[in-house]
T-cell receptor, first 115, second 114 residues
Framework: KAGVTQTPRYLIKTRGQQVTLSCSPI?????VSWYQQTPGQGLQFLFE???????NKGNFPGRFSGRQFSNSRSEMNVSTLELGDSALYLC??????????????FGAGSRLTVL | DQQVKQNSPSLSVQEGRISILNCDYT??????FLWYKKYPAEGPTFLIS?????DKNEDGRFTVFLNKSAKHLSLHIVPSQPGDSAVYFC?????????????FGQGTRLTINP
């Protein structure tokens, strides 16, 4: 089955601009999470959506927002971009309700460079 | 507040030998722990997990050990192969973190030398 698809894979923006990233989860997966990866920081949790509702949010400023559509596809938006927002943004989907560990399946990521 | 830490940014191991990657955590409420592997230009892929009620889980060449009293887990890869060269992330979830949120370490870059 198709994996998690993220678009675009690479993009370059300038400070002050805004950006929208898209994520299509695995078919049947209703939970979508977003993570930011920067060198030396690992993966930092941004937020998680389930059934079009944000269920959990990380410690990021309000410039970072997201949403989920009825087909489980998700978008995240970053407004007023700063140099420090340059990172790999990873989307992951999972199928809540399975017992045991919450195993996330990640997409390949969207690499954002802010100039 | 780094709840999950991987103190070794990199590790180099000879092919065929054992690779041991370490991870420490501070939150005793975590319910489970996972290891992910990441190649360049790809997303992390799930390797193996362990519940907080167990102290060992094995899957082929990969074994994860959990020491709850020390708040420490490790991933053993035996024997190490060149294809194992990647960045490895440990992650923890459950407990007070809320549903569906994983807390990741900073990652350890493993290099397997032929």
């Amino acid at each position: 089955k198709a994996g998690v698809t993220q678009t675009p894979r690479y993009l370059i923006k300038t400070r002050g601009q805004q950006v929208t990233l898209s994520c299509s989860p695995i078919s049947g997966h209703r939970s979508v999470s977003w993570y930011q990866q920067t060198p030396g920081q690992g993966l930092q949790f941004l937020f998680e959506y389930f059934s079009e509702t944000q269920r959990n949010k990380g410690n990021f400023p309000g410039r970072f927002s997201g949403r989920q559509f009825s087909n489980s596809r998700s978008e995240m938006n970053v407004s007023t971009l700063e140099l420090g927002d340059s990172a790999l943004y990873l989307c992951a989907s999972s199928r809540p309700g399975d017992s045991g560990a919450n195993v996330l399946t990640f997409g390949a990521g969207s690499r954002l460079t802010v100039l | 507040d780094q709840q999950v830490k991987q103190n070794s940014p990199s590790l180099s191991v000879q092919e065929g030998r054992i690779s041991i990657l370490n991870c420490d955590y501070t939150n005793s409420m975590f319910d489970y722990f996972l290891w992910y592997k990441k190649y360049p230009a790809e997303g992390p892929t799930f390797l193996i997990s362990i519940s907080s009620i167990k102290d060992k889980n094995e899957d082929g060449r990969f074994t994860v050990f959990l020491n709850k009293s020390a708040k420490h887990l490790s991933l053993h890869i035996v024997p190490s192969q060149p294809g194992d060269s990647a960045v490895y992330f440990c992650a923890a979830g459950g407990g007070t973190q809320g549903a569906q949120k994983l807390v990741f370490g900073q990652g350890t870059r493993l290099t397997i030398n032929p």
